[in-house]
């Protein structure tokens, strides 16, 4: 039998977030980058998940050759601290030029704006020593959509990622797909359309996934049938689990917290999958709730990893012979009484 997996844990700065909503301010102070990185060292993380413009603020005041240098300079302070980079992903959601789309943006300009940031990012990965560039397309979609052809769409898409792909012979493309938010509906919704679209790029085993646990439960889906499926492709390359109390805003809840029988369930897809063997970390991408204390501020990624371990525990003895008997007797009744239970530590 193959050696249990040791996980190793990532977060990124935003993750610290400072409470704002959309009806009201920030509750708690802005901390700064050093607070966060040692905060990761405190919680015993090994990685953090990085923005273009989290690496390099400001980065598009910043000529090409300062933006590198900066990105050279903190991949020495994450080096000095043994935090690794696990990814950049370019922010291409704030910037005027992206306000009715980046890659997919009726104007070309402003197309070629979203891939020269994207190749930009790219050269910050190679700094920091990763190959993983992350894509969230959070603008690629409709609120109107006659304003957008979708199929010339696709074709767009296309040709952003191969130009990444161009752009340098070992990146590899994660696309995290969100069924909406901002977007009315978005163009890459699930896994299964992400990896549609990495077999139109002229380089299809470098496009691979990320899976979000809220994004999947927004989409309607189960995030651990997301896993299994992107797992039998071998491209679930990064994670970002959290969780979501039904379809309404994206909650970015601790893991587990709305629902534990659905977060034990991506444990066990991950752990039957072999997650991790090849590197990869488990991410959360959770936010502390608006009414945090700052003197709390730690606790939403403290308790979403001791979920997961729990949870890791749960799957690792869970009672295999008995749920394949009833399995074998389609004893499903009885099969989903002994997941209970299990979950309730009898
Ligand atoms: C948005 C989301 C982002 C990405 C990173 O819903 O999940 O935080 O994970 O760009
Ligand atoms: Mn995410």
Redesign the pocket.
């Known amino acids: 039998m193959a050696k249990p997996i040791e996980y190793r844990f990532c977060t990124?700065p935003?993750?610290f977030s400072e409470g704002r909503d959309p009806y009201g301010p920030e509750t708690r102070a802005a901390e700064s980058f050093d607070w966060k990185l040692a905060a990761l060292k405190k919680l015993g993380f090994d990685a953090m998940?990085f923005?273009d413009d989290d690496a390099v603020p400001d980065l598009e005041n910043k000529s090409a050759t300062e933006v590198l240098k900066e990105a050279k300079s903190l991949r020495k302070r994450l080096k000095s601290e043994g935090i690794a980079a696990e990814m950049v992903?370019p922010?291409l959601?704030f910037a005027p030029q992206t306000i009715d789309g980046a890659y997919t943006n009726n104007d070309k300009k402003l197309r070629r704006y979203a891939i020269d940031r994207s190749k930009q990012a790219i050269d910050i990965a190679n700094e920091l020593d990763t190959d993983l560039l992350?894509l969230?397309l959070?603008r690629e979609g409709s609120y109107i959509r006659e304003s957008k052809n979708a199929r010339r769409c696709v074709d767009y898409l296309v040709e952003a990622c191969d130009a990444m792909l161009a752009h340098d012979p070992n990146i590899r493309l994660a696309i995290?797909p969100?069924p909406n938010?901002p977007m009315d509906v978005a163009y890459i919704p699930t896994i299964g359309h992400a990896l549609a679209l990495a077999q139109l790029t002229h380089d299809p085993k470098r496009v691979g996934t990320?899976i979000?646990s809220?994004?999947a439960i927004l989409a309607g889906l189960d995030p651990a049938d997301e896993i299994d499926f992107a797992m039998a492709f071998d491209k679930l390359w990064s994670l970002?689990l959290?969780d979501q109390n039904g379809l309404k805003f994206?909650q970015?809840k601790p893991f587990g917290s709305a629902n534990l029988r659905v977060a034990f369930n991506q444990v066990r897809a991950l752990e039957r999958n072999g997650y991790g063997r090849r590197g990869e970390f488990v991410?959360f991408?959770v936010h502390p709730f608006r009414t945090t204390r700052p003197e709390h501020l730690l606790k939403h990624l403290d308790n979403s990893r001791r979920t997961f371990l729990r949870l890791v525990e749960k799957a690792r003895s869970f009672p295999e012979k008995s749920a394949q008997a009833l399995i074998a007797d389609r004893n499903y009744q009885d099969l989903d009484q002994l997941v209970l239970e299990h979950l309730m530590g009898k």
């Open positions: 990124g935003w993750n998940m923005h992903a922010r959601w992350v969230w959070a995290e969100k938010e990320l979000e809220a994004h970002h959290n994206d970015d991410g991408d």
